[in-house]
């Protein structure tokens, strides 16, 4: 089994949308029995919560399903329980590497760098605008979904 974790700030925008995005996929192309999918924070300030009524919005805009998505925080045992675990910018990723004592390792990446796009996912909490987040952030999971198919040899 490959698990896949995603993480941001809060776990309220843009890593519960990764995770809904993400297992949709997994879903579509009959791989939930290879692939697992889970999100977190790096804060511990939505800890229980459901996501931003923007992040719900678009998801249903795009028929994508919320159920199951609750804010938790990112934890040192997380590292050895995923394989690879993605945040939506540089700062998540610091974070990522500064909880789990993990700096620079493979398995912790920043999602739009699997698209070769060298930017982060912006911060709809911030920003308002979850349509550009939404995009961004398909685009990023659709890639990253390549990439475990490549590296597991997975068809």
Same mark, same amino acid.
């Given at each position: 089994?490959? %698990? ?10 843009? &890593?519960? +949308? ?9 879903? !579509?192309?009959?791989?939930? #029995? ?14 229980? &919560? ?9 998801? !249903? ?14 934890? !040192? ?10 945040? +939506? #910018?540089? &700062? ?54 390549? !990439?475990?198919?490549?590296?597991? %040899?997975?068809?």
């Amino acid at each position: 089994m490959i %698990n896949v974790l995603f993480v941001c700030l809060g776990n309220i925008c843009r &890593s519960p +949308m990764a995770e809904a995005l993400f297992r949709d996929l997994v879903v !579509k192309e009959n791989l939930t #029995d290879k692939i697992t999918v889970d999100s977190a924070a790096t804060s511990s300030w939505h800890i229980g &919560s459901p996501p931003h009524k923007g992040t719900l919005t678009i998801l !249903k805009k795009y028929n994508i399903s919320a159920k199951g998505l609750v804010g938790r925080q990112l934890t !040192k045992d997380d590292f050895e329980k995923f394989d690879y675990i993605i945040g +939506m #910018d540089k &700062s998540n990723v610091r974070n990522i590497q500064e909880i789990t004592g993990r700096a620079d390792h493979p398995k912790i990446l920043r999602l739009l760098d699997i698209v070769e796009l060298n930017q982060d996912v912006p911060d709809p909490y911030y920003t308002g605008d979850f349509e550009e987040t939404y995009q961004l952030v398909s685009q990023g999971c659709k890639s990253l979904l390549e !990439k475990i198919r490549n590296e597991h %040899n997975i068809r």
